[in-house]
Nanobody
Framework: QVQLVESGGGLVQSGGSLRLSCATS????????MAWYRQPPGKQRVLVTT???????YYVDPVKGRFTISRDNAKNTVYLQMNSLKPEDTAVYYC?????????????????WGQGTQVTVSS
């Protein structure tokens, strides 16, 4: 079983910055893909950015040039640096990871979500 725990959310003024962290734990053998999603109030959860094990990144247009995803492989932790925040960035941010666990010598795929962290940007 793989657990993801986000932290770093909070209240910030428009134009400010926040850095979200997502720490992973469990019998992780490898993580192939990590991502951040967000769910604005009253709306569906949507993809924000992804990071593959090879280092490839993808950003949705609304956050390009403002958000940066990165990963500390030694800690199996992924970060989301958010700069120039706007009120429309207000949402619950969720971390996602996919990969393989290793239990008793056998590998199993996993897909896990964190519990979410609230980001509120005031105008």
């Amino acid at each position: 079983q793989v657990q993801l725990v986000e932290s770093g959310g909070g209240l910030v003024q428009s134009g400010g910055s926040l850095r979200l962290s997502c720490a992973t734990s469990g019998n992780i053998f490898t993580i192939s893909n990590m991502a951040w999603y967000r769910q604005p109030p009253g709306k569906q959860r949507v993809l924000v950015t992804t990071l593959t094990s090879g280092g490839s990144t993808y950003y949705v247009d609304p956050v390009k040039g403002r958000f940066t995803i990165s990963r500390d492989n030694a800690k199996n932790t992924v970060y989301l640096q958010m700069n120039s925040l706007k009120p429309e960035d207000t949402a619950v941010y969720y971390c996602y990871a996919a990969g393989e666990t290793r239990v008793s010598g056998r590998h199993y795929p996993f897909h896990s979500w964190g519990q979410g962290t609230q980001v509120t940007v005031s105008s």
